[in-house]
């Protein structure tokens, strides 16, 4: 499978495992599962934020969300420690979600661990990929 066959392939799956979503907002009159519409948005502000963006960051951008409605925010203490908990938790659970998809399509093991690391926000102002990824959420968001 060619790169770009296993990167429409990644997005094709990060967007049925998003598909689930139960929250949904409405986006020109039409509603989506709200993490579904976030990766489109991710995608889009990244090809315009940075066009030559490799092929990681663009698979990190795309599952950032991935299945986020599974860990609630309500399941950890309404504090500020219980929020970044849930924070560190979500993490995890995303890259591990992103991994499985990854690994299931054939991606290598540097391509997979890269995706991790990112997702995971590591090095963050040291590691311009990571980097990159946070400016394009702060710009989504």
């Known amino acids: 499978?060619?790169?770009?066959?296993?990167?429409?392939?990644?997005?094709?799956?990060?967007?049925?495992?998003?598909q689930q979503?139960?929250?949904?907002e409405v986006f020109d009159g039409k509603t989506y599962p709200k993490e579904l519409l976030y990766a489109q948005r991710?995608?889009?502000?990244?090809?315009?934020?940075?066009?030559?963006?490799?092929e990681a960051l663009?698979?990190?951008?795309?599952?950032?969300?991935i299945c986020r409605w599974e860990i609630a925010r309500d399941?950890?203490?309404?504090?500020?420690?219980?929020?970044?908990r849930w924070r560190q938790a979500?993490?995890?659970?995303?890259?591990?979600?992103?991994?499985?998809?990854?690994?299931?399509?054939?991606?290598?093991?540097e391509i997979i661990s890269k995706v991790k690391f990112l997702l995971e926000k590591k090095q963050l102002k040291k590691n311009e990929e990571t980097q990159t990824l946070k400016n394009v959420i702060c710009l989504v968001f």
């Open 42 to 54: 991710m995608t889009m502000q990244l090809n315009s934020f940075e066009p030559n963006a490799s």
């Open 1 to 18: 499978m060619s790169t770009s066959n296993k990167l429409q392939r990644a997005f094709h799956l990060f967007h049925e495992a998003n």
């Open 58 to 65: 663009q698979l990190t951008a795309r599952c950032q969300h």
């Open 21 to 24: 979503d139960p929250n949904t």
């Open 90 to 109: 979500l993490k995890r659970f995303h890259a591990a979600n992103a991994a499985a998809i990854l690994s299931e399509i054939g991606y290598t093991e």
């Open 75 to 84: 399941s950890y203490k309404m504090n500020r420690e219980g929020y970044l």
